[in-house]
C-alpha cells in the first residue's frame, strides 16, 4: 500500500531534550516536506526536498533541522525542544516538484514539549 | 502576500442536507487548487484537484468549483453524511516556487 508513514503517533518530551521524528514513504517520491499545525493557523512548512541532498527552509524553520540521506527517508529533527513546540506535525510527500502532484500526507505526530 | 481563506469556519449541518463551503485566494502567479478533507488528528486526504483551465471538477458527493477570474473556489457536498464530520482545507499552488500555500480550513459537523 502507497503510504507515508510517521513515527511516533503521539510523544511527550521535556524541554532541551533533543529528538527525531521519521518519516518514510514507499512511493518513490521526490518531493517531502514538513508541515506543523497548530488551531487557527493551518498547516505550515517547516523544511521541505526536492530529492536526496536538497532541502530548503519553509515558512516557519526556526528551532527545526532535517536531512534527506536516502530517497525514502525524510527525519525532522528538534535539537532542543521548547514548549513553544507542542504542535501536530505532518510529513507529506509527491511524486514531483511541480505542484500539480498532490500530496501524500502521513497520519500525523503530536508533540508535546513540557 | 499570498494567502488563503476559507469560510465559514465552522459549520453544522443536518445529515442528508447539502452544504457549500467557500475559498477566496490571492496566490500569484496560480498553479492549481486543491480541496482536502481531514479528519480529526489524522493526515489530509485529497478529494479534487483543479488547474487554471479547469472551473468543476466531482469527485462523488464532492463537487468542486474555481473561478480564476474571481479568484473563488467552492466545495459543494451534496445528501451529506456523518462520515463528512471533518475539517475541509483549501490548498492553492504558487507556480514557479513549488509552494503550496494552505487555508485554515471549515469544519463541518454533520448531525443525526
Known amino acids: 500500500e502507497a503510504q507515508v508513514t510517521q513515527n511516533p503517533r503521539y510523544l511527550i518530551t521535556v524541554t532541551g531534550k533533543k529528538l527525531t521524528v521519521t518519516c518514510s514513504q514507499n512511493?518513490?517520491?521526490?518531493?517531502m516536506s514538513w508541515y506543523r499545525q497548530d488551531p487557527g493557523l493551518g498547516l505550515r512548512q517547516i523544511y521541505y526536498?526536492?530529492?536526496?541532498?536538497?532541502?530548503d527552509k519553509g515558512d516557519v524553520p526556526e528551532g527545526y533541522k532535517v536531512s534527506r540521506k536516502e530517497k525514502r527517508n525524510f527525519p525532522l529533527i528538534l535539537e532542543s525542544p521548547s514548549p513553544n513546540q507542542t504542535s501536530l506535525y505532518f510529513c507529506?510527500?509527491?511524486?514531483?516538484?511541480?505542484?500539480?502532484?498532490?500530496?501524500?500526507f502521513g497520519s500525523g505526530t503530536r508533540l508535546t514539549v513540557v | 502576500k499570498n494567502q488563503v481563506e476559507q469560510s465559514p469556519q465552522s459549520l453544522i449541518i443536518l445529515e442528508g442536507k447539502n452544504c457549500t463551503l467557500q475559498c477566496n485566494y490571492t496566490v500569484s502567479p496560480f498553479s492549481n487548487l486543491r480541496w482536502y478533507k481531514q479528519d480529526t488528528g489524522r493526515g489530509p486526504v485529497s478529494l479534487t484537484i483543479?488547474?487554471?483551465?479547469?472551473n468543476t471538477k466531482s469527485n462523488g458527493r464532492y463537487t468542486a468549483t474555481l473561478d480564476a477570474d474571481t479568484k473563488q473556489s467552492s466545495l459543494h457536498i451534496t445528501a451529506s453524511q456523518l462520515s463528512d464530520s471533518a475539517s475541509y482545507i483549501c490548498v492553492v499552488g504558487h507556480r514557479g516556487t513549488y509552494k503550496y500555500i494552505f487555508g485554515t480550513g471549515t469544519r463541518l459537523k454533520v448531525l443525526a
Open positions: 507529506a510527500s509527491s511524486s514531483s516538484t511541480d505542484s500539480y502532484y498532490g500530496y501524500t
Open positions: 526536498s526536492m530529492n536526496v541532498e536538497v532541502t
Open positions: 483543479m488547474t487554471f483551465s479547469e
Open positions: 512511493m518513490n517520491h521526490e518531493y
